[in-house]
C-alpha cells in the first residue's frame, strides 16, 4: 500500500545532543510538511517542500532544519534539542499545494 | 485573532445523538477546506474534503458557508467509534500552507 513512513516511532535524545527525524513517501507526492505537534495542540507547520522548492515558516527556529534530498524522503535535523522540543513531530504530503495531506504515523520525541 | 478558530469543546453525547461542529476562518481567500480526525496520540486521517455544493459521506455531512467563512461538520447517529479530536484546515491558494483549528474533542458515551 502507498503510504507515508516515519522512522523512528520514538526517539529519545539529550539535552543539545542532535537528532534526525527520517520520513519516507511511496505516493510520489510533490509536496512533503514537518508538523509539529504538542499535547492537546494542533500540529504547527514548521516547513514544507514543493518539490525542491523548501519553505520556512516564518516562526519556525533557526534549530530546526530540513532535507529533501529526493522526491521519496525527507528529513528533520533538530541542531540543539531543548526540553521546549519534545514533541510529536508528523510528516505529511500532497499531491499538490491545497489538496488533501496524508499523515505519517508520526515521532514521539522526548528530550532528557 | 486566530486564523482557524474551532470549539475545542469537549462535546459529550450519548450515542445516537446528532452533532455538529462548526469552524470559522479569517482569511476570505481561502480556497481549501477540510475535516480530519485524530485519536489520541495519533496522527491526523482525512475524514472529508468540503465543496462549495456542501457533501455527505454516510452519517457525516459537511458544509461551506463563505459568506460567512464557515465550514461545518454534522454526525448522525453518532457512535463509540466517532469518538476523536476533530481538526478543522484551511488552505489559502498556492501559498501551499494549510492552517489546522485546535480541533474539537468529541466523547459518545454508552
Known amino acids: 500500500d502507498a503510504m507515508v513512513i516515519q522512522n523512528p516511532r520514538y526517539q529519545v535524545t539529550q539535552f543539545g545532543k542532535p537528532v534526525t527525524l527520517s520520513c519516507s513517501q511511496t505516493?510520489?507526492?510533490?509536496?512533503m510538511y514537518w508538523y509539529q505537534q504538542k499535547s492537546s495542540q494542533a500540529p504547527k507547520l514548521l516547513f514544507h517542500?514543493?518539490?525542491?522548492?523548501?519553505?520556512n515558516e516564518a516562526d519556525t527556529p533557526d534549530n530546526f532544519q530540513s532535507r529533501r534530498p529526493n522526491t521519496s524522503f525527507c528529513f528533520l535535523d533538530i541542531r540543539s534539542p531543548g526540553l521546549g522540543d519534545a514533541a510529536m513531530y508528523l510528516c505529511?504530503?500532497?499531491?499538490?499545494?491545497?489538496?488533501?495531506?496524508?499523515f505519517g504515523p508520526g515521532t514521539r520525541l522526548t528530550v532528557t | 485573532r486566530k486564523e482557524v478558530e474551532q470549539d475545542p469543546g469537549p462535546f459529550n453525547v450519548p450515542e445516537g445523538a446528532t452533532v455538529a461542529f462548526n469552524c470559522t476562518y479569517s482569511?476570505?481567500?481561502?480556497?481549501?477546506f477540510f475535516w480530519y480526525r485524530q485519536d489520541c496520540r495519533k496522527e491526523p486521517k482525512l475524514l472529508m474534503s468540503?465543496?462549495?455544493s456542501g457533501n455527505e459521506d454516510g452519517r457525516f455531512t459537511a458544509q461551506l458557508n463563505r459568506a460567512s467563512q464557515y465550514i461545518s461538520l454534522l454526525i448522525r447517529d453518532s457512535k463509540l467509534s466517532d469518538s476523536a479530536t476533530y481538526l478543522c484546515?484551511?488552505?489559502?491558494?498556492?501559498?501551499?500552507?494549510?492552517?489546522f483549528g485546535d480541533g474539537t474533542t468529541l466523547t459518545v458515551k454508552p
Open positions: 468540503v465543496y462549495s
Open positions: 505516493l510520489n507526492h510533490n509536496v
Open positions: 505529511a504530503t500532497s499531491i499538490d499545494s491545497d489538496y488533501e495531506q496524508y
Open positions: 482569511n476570505s481567500a481561502s480556497q481549501s
Open positions: 484546515v484551511v488552505g489559502v491558494g498556492n501559498a501551499g500552507k494549510s492552517t
Open positions: 517542500y514543493y518539490d525542491k522548492d523548501f519553505n
